[in-house]
């Protein structure tokens, strides 16, 4: 399984917009993920509920995981997002 451990990098954490923003990216990403709260039980990073209910702040470390083909791109992609707290996910990436 395929693992990232990044620092939540939106100064608000992973609340309203920024959420909207990493799972829409999530649901994008056409695989399934998931994100926990560091040492938390994971949840689906497509469902907006499960992801506001992590009550990630930022600055908090989050594991985002996933099994299937296409996970390392995935996650890469979404670790960057998370981490640079960007508003968009970048196409280069």
């Known amino acids: ?10 100064a608000e954490g992973l609340h309203a917009r920024p959420a909207s923003v990493f799972v829409r990216a999530a649901t994008a990403s056409g695989v399934p993920v998931t994100i926990a709260k560091a040492g938390g039980d994971p949840v689906n990073a497509r ?25 390392d791109v995935a996650l890469d992609r979404l670790a960057k997002l998370v981490a640079e707290g960007l508003e968009e996910l970048p196409e280069t990436v």
């Open 1 to 10: 399984m395929a693992e990232r451990r990044v620092n939540v990098g939106w």
């Open 47 to 71: 469902s907006m509920l499960a992801v506001l209910s992590l009550g990630a702040q930022g600055g908090d470390e989050v594991v985002l995981t996933c099994d299937a083909e296409g996970a």
